[in-house]
């Protein structure tokens, strides 16, 4: 794909989507009611969304990749993809849980049942996708660093595309509660590239796409930080 500052914003558009946009969705699934439509759309990101991790792979080379960067992107994928679909399932019980709950059906909350479940949901899933998440980053930043300068950066549609993916990394990262994960990724990426590959910035778009993401990222969760004084989720300080 020639226009790579094109493909970051498909990237980061899709990415919304699916992580953010989803949750409008969560009205019974026709088919099978005790799933919502939005577990049932969900199904699809990792269809949609590690093909065009792939193809950034492959345009961050001139050169077809080597096998060993194949296999880490392979077992990258593999910790997205686990991360996702434990979430997708531990989060549509978890649900159905707290639904029963509150409208007094049934009410399992204080069992076992229900804290593994959350456990599930809310802590092992989120930090295996996002160990992904942050991995497939850095494996695309090192392919894209090592290239030869050859395509012009596209700053309208490659700023955009960091700006809304930046913003949704904070989402996730302070909703998934992986802060202490992302939070110090996102600064050292930023450092990394402002001080050693700013000048690579204008011939390199996906560098550029990852470099501004990071750096929304981490500038939204340190300001986040010190306005509470913390990394609230959003559900605790009455934002969602």
């Not at 229900?114 to 392919?143: C, K, N, P, V």
């Not at 290239?147 to 993916?165: H, I, K």
């Amino acid at each position: 794909m020639k226009n790579k500052s094109l493909l970051t914003l498909i990237f980061a558009i899709l990415s919304i989507v699916f992580f953010l946009l989803l949750i409008f969705f969560r009205t019974p699934f026709t088919l099978y009611p005790l799933m919502s439509n939005q577990d049932a759309l969900d199904l699809l990101t990792p269809l949609v969304l590690i093909p065009i991790y792939w193809l950034m792979f492959r345009e961050t080379s001139r050169e077809s990749s080597g096998l060993f960067e194949e296999i880490i992107f392979m077992l990258l994928a593999v910790f997205w993809i686990s991360g996702q679909g434990m979430h997708l399932a531990a989060n549509s019980i978890n649900n159905l849980i707290e639904s029963l709950a509150r409208t007094h059906v049934l009410d399992i909350k204080p069992t076992d049942i229900y804290q593994l479940t959350y456990f599930m949901d809310e802590h092992l899933s989120h930090y295996i996708w996002h160990i992904g998440i942050i991995g497939l980053a850095a494996l695309l930043i090192y392919r894209d660093w090592r290239r030869s300068a050859d395509t012009p950066t596209r700053w309208w549609s490659t700023v955009l595309a960091g700006l809304l993916y930046g913003f949704l990394l904070f989402c996730i990262f302070l909703e998934g509660q992986t802060v202490m994960l992302g939070l110090p990724f996102c600064i050292l990426i930023s450092l990394v590239v402002l001080i050693w590959g700013r000048k690579q910035l204008a011939q390199k778009p996906i560098l550029a796409f990852f470099f501004t993401a990071f750096l929304v990222a981490a500038l939204f969760l340190v300001g986040w930080g010190l306005y509470w004084g913390g990394f609230p989720q959003f559900s605790d300080v009455g934002l969602i």
